[in-house]
């Protein structure tokens, strides 16, 4: 699999913390051609730049001409009022814990955990989140690692444990799988110990079969 794609190769932040967050918002539960057609009305609606105060003060109207969802629009106000209120701060995160940042920014309307992960792999570069919430993530390891169905959350989350310190590189390979044709992958045992730049160890435990790699 790592020979096939090469390195893993993270996207850069498309804006900043607030921006990357409502850009998160806007992308829920949509073809990535939609949202991505969405959002751009959205930016124009704002002025070019979004802001909390242009979040703030933006005609539902506008939002709504936009293609945002009531519900969407709901959210982005939350997110903007927050910020602008202190209740959230986006730019005292960077010393917090992984799970301590996602317990902040789940106090918005309409961010739950995969929108936070989404917001450490993203927009804090973090290297150890695990998204098992992430549909393509369950169905990219299924393939990888020849399983008839993908695995619950429940499933998944120990097993992403062989992968620390760097699951955020394991969860981008899963990704990718779901990118290759079906008869490129050839599924493999057990994974092995990842390393940062995609490079393995050797074997986390002994499954009777050759080393794998993810």
């Not at 057609?37 to 109207?61: F, N, Q």
């Not at 927050?82 to 902040?104: F, M, N, S, W």
């Amino acid at each position: 699999m790592i020979a096939q794609v090469g390195p893993p190769q993270i996207r850069e932040p498309v804006g900043d913390p607030f921006s990357d967050l409502a850009r998160s918002i806007v992308f829920q539960q949509l073809a990535t051609s939609a949202a991505t057609a969405i959002h751009g009305r959205m930016v124009e609606a704002l002025g070019g730049a979004v802001k909390p105060p242009a979040v703030l003060e933006a005609s539902d109207g506008a939002l709504r001409a936009a293609g945002l969802s009531r519900s969407k629009i709901a959210s982005l106000r939350d997110l903007a009022a927050k910020v602008a209120g202190g209740a959230v701060r986006l730019d005292d995160l960077e010393p917090l814990t992984d799970d301590a940042i996602v317990e902040h920014l789940v106090k918005v309307r309409g961010i739950g955990p995969w929108t936070a992960e989404m917001f450490l792999i993203f927009t804090m570069r973090r290297g150890d989140v695990w998204p098992v919430g992430d549909l393509g993530v369950r169905v990219g390891y299924a393939r990888i690692f020849g399983l008839s169905e993908p695995p619950t959350q429940k499933e998944l989350m120990p097993s992403g444990e062989p992968f620390r310190p760097y699951r955020t590189t394991a969860a981008w390979y899963c990704w990718q799988a779901n990118t290759l044709p079906a008869h490129v992958i050839e599924p493999h045992g057990p994974p092995n110990r990842l390393t940062n730049d995609g490079t393995t160890t050797g074997p986390v435990f002994d499954s009777g079969s050759a080393d794998a790699e993810l």
